[in-house]
């Protein structure tokens, strides 16, 4: 088998094309949540603390000297990447508990029987015919 074939197969997996669209569709949800703590939650949270942009936070280890730029540590950004973070675990952990609890409820619904054939129907009449 050449590697292209197998490579084809490889990717043609159900499985493999589910995880790319997963990992797009996680990309793009990414940046509505990064969105979403930079433009709408932050703002209030940093007008409660006195004004902060937690952008601009940071401790600043060397001065900015002439043209070469300041060396700082930004730990506001990384608040707010560990809140993207926090935010999209969450999410996702609500998704895969909904699917979860739907694949439960499949797995408990039982089959109803299945009809009996005409023997056993015709079988069964003969028993309790006999019994009388």
């Known amino acids: 088998m050449s590697m292209m074939s197998e490579f084809k197969d490889f990717a043609m997996r159900g499985n493999v094309v589910d995880m790319a ?3 797009v569709i996680g990309g793009a949800f990414g940046k509505i949540v990064s969105s979403f703590v930079n433009d709408v939650l932050m703002p209030p949270i940093g007008m409660m ?7 601009d936070l940071a401790f600043v280890l060397n ?3 002439g043209e070469t730029a300041a060396v700082t540590i930004n730990y506001g950004m990384f ?14 952990f609500m998704v895969v508990k909904a699917m979860n609890n739907m694949k439960k409820k499949e797995e408990a619904a039982p089959e109803a029987p299945p009809k009996p054939s005409a023997e056993e129907v015709l079988l069964t009449e003969i028993r309790d015919a006999l019994k009388k």
């Open 21 to 23: 669209v997963g990992i």
């Open 49 to 55: 603390m006195g004004g902060v942009d937690f952008k």
């Open 63 to 65: 001065e900015a000297v």
């Open 79 to 92: 608040i707010q990447t560990v809140l993207d973070f926090l935010i999209i675990a969450f999410a996702i």
